[in-house]
């Protein structure tokens, strides 16, 4: 859901520790979804995707979930160091009011990694 | 190496003026779109453009205004009838309009009113 204000879902864990950011899309037709990264004053970052064809995938540290029935995606990211602390988005590319797709990004959860 | 570049990176505008963001991409992308982003929230929707001399009203377009005269240029007015413009504005592309190999963003222009 879309947080209000400055409500944005944190989640701290512990340097070294495997991280999880969750994320329940919205548009069951949607096809292709992709985790961004946002570092404070910078644009977001592209991270990994997923098409839906795929339940998982990895990247270098990085692994994403999708589990259509649900509607839910997940980020694990392992290890996670200092540099990992950000701001990390999902977006599903649905249908706009149109017929073009277009990507809608989810409010974002910050993550904040403790030494 | 092919980007996206967003200028200037901090703007500061006074009440009652108009004040233009600029938004270049060398990665020969047909679509285009700015965001605005408030502290602590997700990105909203204010114009997209799909191809050259045509663009498209977003979520929160008044206020804004586009031109897309260059395939590889796409700069957002604000103008004076946006009541509350102090943001983080992001400029993004992708290959075409259907998202099918997502959006490449540049890297923001904070606008401050003053």
Same mark, same amino acid.
């Given at each position: 859901?879309?947080?209000? *204000?400055?409500? #944005?879902?944190?989640?701290?864990?512990?340097?070294?520790?495997?991280? %999880?950011? +969750?994320?329940?899309?919205?548009?069951?037709?949607?096809?292709?979804?992709?985790?961004?990264?946002?570092?404070?004053?910078? *644009?977001?970052?592209?991270? %990994?995707?997923?098409?839906? +064809?795929?339940?998982?995938?990895?990247?270098?540290?990085?692994?994403? #979930? #999708?589990?259509? !029935?649900?509607?839910?995606?997940?980020?694990?990211?392992?290890?996670?160091?200092?540099?990992?602390?950000?701001?990390?988005?999902?977006?599903?590319?649905?249908?706009?009011?149109?017929?073009?797709?277009?990507?809608?990004?989810?409010?974002?959860?910050?993550? !904040?990694?403790?030494? | 190496?092919?980007?996206?570049?967003?200028?200037?990176?901090? @703007?500061?505008?006074?009440e009652g003026q108009n004040?233009? @963001?600029?938004?270049?991409?060398?990665?020969?992308?047909? /679509?285009?779109?700015?965001?605005?982003?408030?502290?602590?929230?997700? #990105?909203?929707?204010?114009?997209?453009?799909?191809?050259?001399?045509?663009?498209?009203?977003?979520?929160?377009?008044?206020g804004?205004?586009?031109?897309?005269?260059?395939?590889?240029?796409?700069?957002?007015?604000v103008t004076s009838a946006q009541?509350?413009?102090? /943001?983080?504005?992001?400029?993004?592309?992708?290959?075409?309009?259907?998202?099918?190999? *997502?959006?490449?963003?540049?890297?923001?222009?904070? @606008?401050?009113?003053?």
């Amino acid at each position: 859901g879309e947080s209000v *204000g400055l409500h #944005l879902p944190t989640l701290s864990v512990q340097e070294g520790d495997n991280s %999880i950011i +969750n994320c329940a899309y919205s548009n069951s037709a949607s096809d292709y979804f992709i985790w961004y990264k946002q570092e404070s004053g910078k *644009g977001p970052q592209f991270i %990994i995707d997923i098409r839906s +064809n795929m339940d998982k995938r990895q990247g270098q540290r990085v692994t994403v #979930l #999708l589990n259509k !029935t649900v509607k839910h995606l997940s980020l694990q990211i392992a290890a996670t160091q200092p540099g990992d602390s950000a701001v990390y988005f999902c977006a599903e590319n649905s249908i706009s009011s149109g017929s073009a797709r277009q990507l809608t990004f989810g409010s974002g959860t910050q993550l !904040t990694v403790l030494p | 190496d092919g980007g996206i570049t967003q200028s200037p990176k901090y @703007l500061f505008r006074k009440e009652g003026q108009n004040v233009t @963001l600029s938004c270049e991409q060398n990665l020969n992308h047909d /679509a285009m779109y700015w965001y605005r982003q408030d502290p602590g929230q997700g #990105l909203r929707l204010i114009y997209y453009s799909q191809i050259v001399n045509d663009f498209q009203k977003g979520d929160i377009a008044e206020g804004y205004s586009v031109s897309r005269e260059k395939k590889e240029s796409f700069p957002l007015t604000v103008t004076s009838a946006q009541k509350n413009p102090t /943001a983080f504005y992001l400029c993004a592309s992708s290959i075409d309009l259907g998202a099918r190999y *997502g959006y490449t963003f540049g890297s923001g222009t904070r @606008l401050t009113v003053v």
